[in-house]
């Protein structure tokens, strides 16, 4: 079959099949290289907003509970600024009022938690679990399925590192009691010191980084089919003007002299292998005449 192409569709279908392997295995691998990239990316920018809450946690803690503890005993109602994981969450919402973190999500998942709206759903109870079975477990990153699309997250163990923690959180008689008027004794009781009871836990919507990859995805192959789209056209250019049109012209010659005319001559332009075959087409056509004039005479 490729014997009745044309030298032109024969570079064509060259070029397009190297094109289409090009596309093939630098899509596969750009694609590959830009969602590890987005990931470490959005991962970084996750890790940051986490050791931030951690710090706001530890604030609260050694500035703001000293301040404000003397009064838990006194106040009927419970001042949930005394502790951490509130101000922490106030903090983020806070933080989530900016377009540009509305997206993020901040959650002190708990398996008991003091306030209900903190309770860890079931696949963050695996997470604490995971956390809970292996100590040497320090982070844990992924995506989970929510009713809205997927969530990429960053979970890290919450534990009770501080004796401190267990005025509240040990047993209700300990506790003060605007904090048992205000959240009751049923829940965020029975802690340990050293345990993990939770998981902070920063998501944000898959979508985020799924689209940005896409984008850049979509840009750089756009980049590519130019620059291939170019070369096509220059080595399309090329192949006419330095090989088909020459050897054309030199068919229509050959044609010419074949039926007897001996005024025309191959051309010769260029010095490439084309040239060379003009003047040997022309030392041929000369030694042509000579013969037949010989021919002729005798
Ligand atoms: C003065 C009492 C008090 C102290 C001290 C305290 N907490 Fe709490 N903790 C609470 C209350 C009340 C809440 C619920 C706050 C809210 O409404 O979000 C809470 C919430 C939490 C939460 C979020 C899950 C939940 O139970 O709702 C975590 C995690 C937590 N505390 C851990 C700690 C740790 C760790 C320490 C010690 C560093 C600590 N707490 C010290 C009273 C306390």
């Not at 289409?20 to 694609?31: E, L, R, Y």
């Not at 340990?192 to 979508?207: C, E, R, T, Y």
């Amino acid at each position: 079959m490729l014997k009745n192409f044309q030298l032109g569709q024969k570079f064509n279908i060259l070029l397009v099949t190297i094109f289409a392997i090009a596309v093939i295995v630098s899509g596969v691998a750009f694609s590959a290289i830009l969602s590890r990239n987005t990931e470490q990316q959005v991962s970084a920018k996750a890790t940051l907003l986490l050791q931030t809450m951690l710090s706001v946690r530890q604030y609260t803690l050694d500035q703001v509970a000293p301040e404000l503890t003397p009064r838990l005993d006194t106040e009927t109602e419970f001042l949930p600024q005394t502790v951490p994981g509130y101000s922490a969450r106030e903090v983020f919402e806070d933080l989530r009022k900016n377009p540009e973190y509305n997206n993020f999500f901040y959650k002190e998942a708990t398996l008991n938690p003091t306030n209900l709206r903190d309770q860890a759903d079931s696949f963050e109870t695996n997470l604490v679990k995971n956390f809970k079975t292996n100590s040497a477990l320090k982070e844990m990153t992924g995506y989970r399925p929510s009713p809205a699309g997927d969530l990429f997250y960053i979970a890290r163990p919450i534990a009770i590192a501080k004796e401190s923690c267990l005025r509240c959180h040990s047993t209700p008689e300990a506790a003060p009691k605007s904090l048992l008027t205000t959240y009751g004794s049923a829940n965020g009781f029975g802690w340990k010191l050293n345990d993990i009871v939770g998981a902070q836990v920063i998501s944000i919507p898959a979508s985020l980084v799924t689209n940005s990859t896409q984008h850049d995805f979509f840009l750089l192959m756009g980049i590519i089919a130019t620059a291939f789209a170019a070369i096509f056209l220059l080595v399309n250019l090329l192949l006419k003007y330095t090989v088909i049109r020459p050897l054309n012209l030199m068919a229509k010659v050959a044609n010419e002299v074949s039926l007897g005319n001996m005024q025309v001559d191959f051309e010769r332009v260029t010095n490439d292998e084309i040239g060379k075959l003009a003047a040997a087409f022309n030392r041929l056509k000369t030694s042509l005449v000579m013969a037949m004039n010989m021919l002729e005479r005798e």
